[in-house]
């Protein structure tokens, strides 16, 4: 076993890798860029290295410095993680070349993986079924037009060097393939600097279901069943299961088997992943391979009880499979759940910002967190937003996916937008219990999962109300100067005026609508109860704040919320509902749908892609005007009206800060 071992990684995935290494007695060696100082996978490791500036290709990228680190260090061995330098054939042979080990394939694997062409070729000559589709060499648009009008509409094309669904494109028929083609080739040339496409016949409604291979050095190899990753957004994975419900073990067995073969046809070593879609027939076609840990390896692990990074070090030191494929056992269910930091009713756009309130669910056998956050890290624009893996496991599909909606519920982020509730919409779905799964499930339950989880004011606003004005009464009792008649008047906040009801009225701003409440006090002698009013009802509440919670009746309904405040915005918990709400001053009626000025400034922190107007052409309005890229997703910004632009305050490459003003544009008259 190796004595000293380097993560070229950060997050939660570096965090993930140090305990598996500690276990099992091996020295760890973390690394960081300016951001990261103060890191949580900087703290956990036995030392840390400076490797660069905050963008990852100065650091987590630089080849060179993350070298570097490791021969300073006299690290023996390296883990890449996943993403970063994980599938870097180049990084992978030059740790060879400094005697260092690199955990993974070897470098010829990955080369052979790294283009999705090149991998079909070489898994149809391994007998692999591939998704009927074209992989040539050839690229001119009317070759590639031909192509897929001979597989036939709908078609999907691919960036031959892609990932992240980058380059990505469904056409469905010949008329938009031009359009659409030159749209994939300038992404896939924007975001790998080189275009060639690959055509795929679209399927519809195909499940997305992948196998996880390990091979050892003596030419074994296993499977350690499949993973459904079929809950997508924007083609990317969101929520993973395993196993996957509904397949029978023939399928299994045949489908283990396949990964096992394609493995082989490159020599592989290590842990890896063969991705297929599975068609509503029973019909499964290889997609690609990764050569390296995946995210939602957890979810294997709660299934063979096996912990695979350690399977990953004993098999990059020289030993063989702990265990062959008859002594693996499948062992009930589990789910992961991809905590992003991302507002799911904004195309999923990711956030960034402070986690200032973080309160996860207990850590058990049935419950698992890996994170690489604490409370007030910043969740920054460098970055992937993933801000924690909910992992959890039952005797069966449905008891795991009790356990996942309660866990989720008790998830509690505050600070930031995140996709929990979306997450908790997805998990509560009869249509997820019933395990109806396939990739285009959320579009097709948009209605069932895209709303905020408590929009059922019925606890929420009296909830809401009740904290602030014993918030109040508290802040004010301990304001109160030890001395002063505790009975006065004057030390209390309770709204009571001279023969007036004691009334507080608010307009709470929740997620983004302002709601009227009035909130009245009742009966002082036999402890204080309130009538709260909103909407046309009115509710009779009581209750006490106990630190962050508050223990609330309201008409006999006991009840608890956690509440967490920060900067004057309010996060209420309770097991059923999540808001967040702030105090409005009275009147915020000057909404303005027709041209928000909001449109034209930068949704995040990022960098500017492309700008893809001429200053002062004209434009219709929906116009893209401008691109812009933060946490590997583009977002564009469009013309709200019809009009020009007067002048781009940036230049492509530039970064700029979330909410910077753009451009300047002039509406038509
Ligand atoms: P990337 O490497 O960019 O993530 P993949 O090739 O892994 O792209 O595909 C990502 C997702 O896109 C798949 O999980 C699936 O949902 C969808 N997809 C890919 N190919 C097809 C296809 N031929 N038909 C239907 N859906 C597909």
């Known amino acids: 076993m190796f004595s000293k071992l380097l993560i070229a990684n950060r997050g939660e995935i570096a965090c993930r890798i140090i305990r598996t290494a500690r276990r099992l007695g091996v020295a760890t060696v973390a690394v960081y860029s300016d951001a990261d100082r103060s890191a949580l996978h900087v703290e956990m490791a036995d030392e840390a290295l400076y490797i660069g500036p905050s963008p990852a290709r100065e650091s987590y990228l630089n080849v060179e410095a993350i070298l570097g680190a490791a021969r300073k260090a006299g690290a023996d061995a390296i883990h890449p993680g996943y993403g970063f330098l994980s599938e870097n054939a180049t990084f992978c042979a030059s740790c060879a070349e400094q005697g260092v080990v690199f955990i993974g394939p070897p470098a010829s694997a990955i080369e052979a993986m790294g283009s999705k062409s090149a991998a079909k070729t070489i898994m149809q000559q391994a007998g692999v079924p591939l998704v009927p589709g074209y992989h040539g060499e050839e690229q001119d648009t009317a070759h590639l037009k031909s192509a897929a009008d001979d597989i036939g509409y709908p078609v999907l094309l691919k960036a031959v060097a892609g990932g992240g669904g980058k380059g990505m494109r469904a056409v469905d028929d010949e008329r938009q393939f031009e359009a659409e083609l030159a749209a994939a080739q300038r992404e896939a040339a924007n975001a790998f600097g080189d275009q060639a496409m690959l055509i795929e016949k679209y399927l519809q409604r195909p499940r997305h279901v992948e196998i996880q291979v390990f091979c050892d050095d003596a030419g074994n190899g296993v499977y350690l069943y499949e993973r459904d990753c079929s809950i997508q957004r924007r083609h990317q994975k969101i929520l993973e299961e395993a196993p996957a419900p509904g397949l029978d073990e023939d399928l299994r067995r045949r489908m283990g088997d396949t990964a096992v073969q394609a493995a082989k046809a490159i020599d592989y070593r290590g842990a890896g992943t063969v991705e297929f879609l599975l068609d509503r027939d029973g019909e499964f076609y290889f997609m690609e391979m990764n050569t390296r840990l995946q995210v939602e390896h957890p979810v294997t692990e709660m299934i063979t009880g096996l912990d695979l990074v350690e399977w990953q070090l004993r098999v990059a030191a020289g030993e063989p499979l702990p265990l062959c494929q008859a002594e693996l056992t499948l062992d009930g269910h589990a789910f992961e759940a991809r905590i992003y930091a991302e507002d799911p ?169 302002s709601r009227e409440v009035s909130i009245e006090q009742q009966n002082r002698r036999k402890g204080r109860s309130y009538l709260v009013s909103y909407d046309g009802t009115t509710v009779r509440a009581s209750g006490e704040l106990q630190g962050d919670l508050l223990l609330a009746d309201l008409e006999g309904h006991r009840l608890q919320a956690t509440i967490a405040e920060y900067e004057g915005d309010y996060s209420l918990y309770t097991t059923g509902a999540a808001i967040q709400f702030s105090l409005a001053s009275a009147d915020l009626g000057e909404e303005d749908n027709t041209a928000d000025p909001n449109s034209l400034c930068a949704p995040m922190t990022g960098t500017i892609v492309s700008l893809l107007v001429d200053e002062n052409s004209a434009v219709a309005r929906d116009d893209p005007l401008l691109v812009i890229e933060a946490m590997k997703m583009e977002h564009t910004i469009r013309a709200p009206a019809d009009g020009r632009v007067v002048d781009f305050y940036y230049r492509a490459g530039e970064l700029v800060d979330g909410g910077a003003h753009l451009l300047e544009f002039r509406a038509d008259e």
């Open 345 to 513: 009713l904004r195309d999923f756009l990711p956030a960034t910002g402070t986690l200032s309130y973080l309160s996860t669910p207990t850590e058990s056998r049935h419950v698992r967190i890996d994170s690489g956050v604490r409370q007030g890290d910043e969740i920054s624009v460098y970055y992937d937003p993933m801000v924690a893996k909910l992992v959890v496991w039952d005797e069966s599909r449905p008891r795991a996916l009790q356990r996942l909606a309660n866990a989720l519920a008790q998830f509690r982020i505050g600070g930031l937008t995140t996709n929990i509730d979306f997450l908790y919409n997805l998990a509560s779905s009869a249509a997820f219990h019933r395990a109806e799964l396939d990739t285009g499930f959320i579009e097709r339950h948009r209605e069932e999962i895209f709303h905020q989880r408590a929009d059922d004011p019925g606890s929420t606003i009296p909830l809401a109300a009740l904290y602030l004005v014993l918030a109040q009464q508290r802040d004010a009792t301990r304001a109160g100067a030890p001395g002063k008649d505790p009975w006065s008047p004057w030390s209390e906040a309770n709204g009571w005026r001279l023969n007036e009801p004691h009334l507080h009225r608010y307009t709470l701003l929740i997620q983004g609508e």
